[in-house]
């Protein structure tokens, strides 16, 4: 797996990057080596966050942990990427290694399944489908539209690329364009 750790507003010690490959290499069992990881920790107002997001064959996990201290935060980050990967253990096997997973529950034990990760797995069901007329606009005009709306996502064609995109509002009241990759 590839790593990559950046800094945002702080600069990150050695034994920090160290501790967080040191983390990371426990999930080097279920992935391929062109699994790309992310860390990224930022500082604000005292806080750290660390954000981490794995990459693999189109599959995206992503875990975000704000705590006083970024030891912290990447402890409580680690314990949600293995949650998100024994809830999704059956979805998972057909896209990565399916000993592995297995492997990797059995050697790391995060802690005791909680009461509706031990019910058997939930089936997805669609309630609502809309259809509507997706014209081009430009992303301030979505983002002016979805705040009209009060939603906390809106799909437009992006006028520029001609593409279908969504624009969302973030936690923390930034917002985020989501756009196809040819990958």
């Not at 059956?90 to 790391?108: C, E, M, N, P, R």
């Amino acid at each position: 797996m590839k790593i990559t750790i950046t800094g945002r507003k702080v600069n990150l010690r050695d034994n920090f990057k160290e501790l967080a490959k040191k983390k990371l290499s426990r999930f080097d069992r279920i992935f391929d080596e062109d699994a790309d990881a992310n860390v990224v920790v930022t500082l604000e107002k005292n806080r750290q966050t660390v954000e981490i997001t794995i990459k693999q064959r189109g599959m995206i996990y992503r875990a975000e942990s704000t705590a006083l201290e970024m030891n912290d935060a990447l402890d409580q980050v680690m314990s949600a990427l293995g949650r998100q990967i024994r809830k999704n253990k059956t979805k998972l096997a057909k896209k990565v290694h399916s000993g592995a997973i297995d492997q990797y529950l059995i050697d790391f034990p995060e802690e005791e399944p909680a009461a509706e990760e031990m019910e058997a797995e939930p089936e997805y069901r669609v309630v609502r489908t809309k259809h509507f007329f997706v014209k081009p606009l430009s992303v301030d005009e979505a983002i002016l539209q979805m705040n009209m709306l009060d939603h906390q996502f809106f799909m437009f064609r992006n006028e520029s690329s001609g593409e279908i995109n969504v624009v969302y509002r973030r936690k923390n009241g930034d917002y985020g364009l989501l756009e196809p990759d040819a990958e």
